[in-house]
């Protein structure tokens, strides 16, 4: 029985090393260390942890990766206290919660959040550029606090205050007691990178036929804003095709999302021309810009298959569905979202045209 439990050991162990079998996965271990003691050195002192992975840029050190190296370093080898939750409501407007982290000069806080399109999101929550980069917290995602007091570990304070912080995140308005307000864990917004501005899709006039009553649209920064009916979609050059593209690539290393824009349906229904002429347009894209990724959502859910908004006519005259953009350098926005709005109209015929299995030269 003992070499039984013995052999079942030695499997998964041999399991869990297998990626070092092959010279890629050996290198992709080699490089993970080295970048790893290179992060430790400069976190030592009160260099925060989530300020170094969000200046790096590297997308082997994104993502799942982060959460390895926060475990490693303030887990295992800071002695950090941690506390997780899944969030029990979304919350929309985070940003306002840096301006009370930053007063906590006695503890160091880390914040990691596990984005459902971008995956783990690590930020310093003193510094308002990198808690914007969450957007709008999710009900039911996972939130981690992570909080110490740096070479020194973390003490009674510690847990009480990534308790008071997450509670802080789930909209508690419960206030940080005097000791975790003096100490030397200021927030140096210097020398963190700004997110980069991606410019708004214009304002556009009012459309006939188009309701006067404006669609709530929430941004994905969580501020809810009156989404103006889209302009009668201007006719546009027939578009130029070329041959089929490759399916896009998904965005890697540090990501940045923008706001969900809301696009009004024009046409008496959302029927299966406007779906075709979206995921058309939405394809273009993708082929112009292969490490970008375009989300779209209806009725606050995000819609994996743009089919999905045609079944049953659910989506008629005067609704709105969303879109976002993901990547890090994020352009034409504001055209892709003439398009769709075209789309949604009962122009959307010039999405159409050429073989079906080739992609427009839209962008």
Same mark, same amino acid.
């Given at each position: 029985m003992r070499g039984r439990f013995f052999g $079942?050991?030695? /499997?998964?162990?041999?399991?869990?090393?297998?990626?070092? #079998?092959?010279? !890629?996965?050996?290198?992709? !271990?080699? +490089?993970?260390?080295? +970048?790893?003691i290179a992060i430790m050195e400069d976190a030592e002192g009160n260099n925060n942890l989530a300020d170094l992975l969000y200046r790096i840029e590297d997308e082997e050190m994104s993502g799942e990766r982060s959460a390895l190296v926060l475990n490693i370093l303030l887990v295992d080898k800071m002695g950090y206290t941690t506390v997780s939750d899944n969030l029990k409501s979304t919350v929309a407007d985070i940003s306002s919660l840096s301006k009370e982290f930053e007063k906590w000069k006695g503890i160091d806080l880390v914040v990691a959040y596990h984005h459902p399109e971008l995956g783990l999101l690590v930020a310093n929550p003193k510094i308002p550029e990198e808690l914007a980069a969450f957007g709008s917290l999710r009900k039911r995602e996972l939130l981690v606090i992570y909080a110490g007091k740096?070479? /020194?570990?973390?003490?009674?304070?510690?847990?009480? /205050? %990534?308790?008071l912080a997450l509670n802080l995140f789930e909209g508690s308005r419960a206030k940080a007691p005097a000791s975790f307000l003096q100490g030397k864990f200021v927030a140096k917004a210097s020398k963190v990178k700004? @997110?980069?501005? $991606?410019k708004a899709a214009p304002k556009a006039p009012k459309a006939k036929g188009v309701? +006067?009553?404006?669609?709530? @649209?929430?941004? %994905? #920064?969580g501020r809810v804003s009156a989404a103006k009916p889209a302009p009668e979609a201007q006719r546009v050059a027939p578009p130029v095709v070329t041959a089929a593209a490759p399916p896009a690539a998904a965005p890697t290393g540090p990501v940045k999302m923008t706001p969900r824009y809301a696009v009004v349906v024009q046409n008496e229904l959302f029927h299966n021309g406007n779906v075709e002429a979206w995921k058309r347009i939405v394809a273009s894209y993708n082929a112009a810009y292969p490490a970008l990724q375009v989300y779209i959502y209806y009725d606050g859910e995000r819609i994996l298959d743009i089919n #999905?908004?045609?079944?049953?006519?659910?989506?008629?005259?005067? #609704?709105?569905?969303?879109f976002a953009v993901a990547g890090n350098e994020i352009k034409d926005v504001a055209k892709l979202q003439r398009y769709l709005a075209q789309g949604a109209s009962h122009q959307f015929e /010039?999405?159409? +045209?050429?073989?079906?299995?080739?992609?427009?030269?839209?962008f």
């Open positions: $079942v050991y030695m /499997a998964n162990e041999l399991a869990n090393l297998e990626f070092l #079998s092959t010279r !890629a996965g050996f290198n992709s !271990a080699v +490089r993970h260390i080295k +970048r790893t740096g070479d /020194a570990g973390a003490d009674d304070d510690c847990r009480k /205050a %990534a308790e700004a @997110a980069p501005k $991606v309701p +006067r009553t404006a669609v709530k @649209a929430k941004t %994905a #920064s #999905s908004l045609f079944k049953w006519g659910k989506v008629k005259h005067g #609704s709105a569905i969303e /010039a999405f159409l +045209r050429g073989p079906i299995n080739n992609v427009l030269k839209l």
